[in-house]
């Protein structure tokens, strides 16, 4: 446990790409398939848990549930480590 820092949330940008059309938002559905990726994610959980006490997660972004199998993983990596 560093004693220097608390990191007790984690936040992932799960992508930028959007469906949705909304006239504030800045995010915009592109042509390229950008997308966290879920295996390096589930390994910063597991790498994070052993280190220190985190209390929560959140996934975001434009629309994530564009990539929900990496959303379902996240979440699901997250509630095995107690998260």
């Known amino acids: 446990m560093n ?8 936040e992932f940008i799960i992508t930028n790409n959007c469906s ?3 006239k504030h938002c800045s995010a915009v559905l592109s042509s390229k398939n950008e997308a966290l990726n879920a295996e390096i ?3 910063v959980i ?3 848990c052993r280190n ?3 209390d929560s997660i ?3 972004g434009g629309e994530p549930l564009l990539y929900a199998e990496t959303v379902c993983l996240i979440h699901k990596t997250a509630y ?4």
Not at 80 to 83: C, D, G, V
């Open 3 to 10: 004693k220097y820092v608390n990191v007790n949330r984690i």
């Open 20 to 22: 949705g059309k909304c």
């Open 41 to 43: 994610a589930k390994n």
């Open 46 to 48: 597991i790498d994070l």
């Open 52 to 54: 220190y006490s985190i």
């Open 58 to 60: 959140m996934t975001f």
């Open 80 to 83: 095995e480590n107690n998260i």
